[in-house]
Nanobody, 127 residues
């Protein structure tokens, strides 16, 4: 079964940093794209970042450019999202998402294009 397990969420002060991790089950190279969405209370889900496993290309939402970095560790079947200079508006549940069909270029930040979702990890940015 395909399973995505997130970790690394925490309560941090504004300006702080976290490293979120997504552990993917199965054969890592079978995935074409793994990314991150987030959802704050009362708001719609929004795409954050994506990495295409086949070519290594990365994508970021405009609101996160310069602060967030996505990376991969094939040996550990893990994708990381380093989040720096966190702001209160970054507070949300962060979800790891994946597809075996599309690269990030095609899947974009459309939730319906990702077939697999983790349970989420809570990031809270507050003083």
């Amino acid at each position: 079964q395909v399973q995505l397990v997130e970790s690394g969420g925490d309560l941090v002060q504004p300006g702080g940093s976290l490293r979120l991790s997504c552990l993917a089950s199965g054969f890592f190279l079978d995935y074409s794209a793994i990314g991150w969405f987030r959802q704050a209370p009362g708001k719609a889900r929004e795409g954050v970042s994506c990495i295409s496993l086949r070519d290594g290309n990365t994508y970021y939402a405009d609101s996160t450019k310069g602060r967030f970095t996505i990376s991969r560790d094939d040996a550990k079947n893990t994708v990381h999202l380093r989040v720096n200079n966190l702001k209160p508006e970054d507070t949300a549940v962060y979800y790891c998402v994946a597809t075996t069909r599309l690269a990030c270029y095609s899947a974009g930040f459309y939730p319906g294009e990702y077939d697999y979702w983790g349970e989420g990890t809570q990031v809270t940015v507050s003083s």
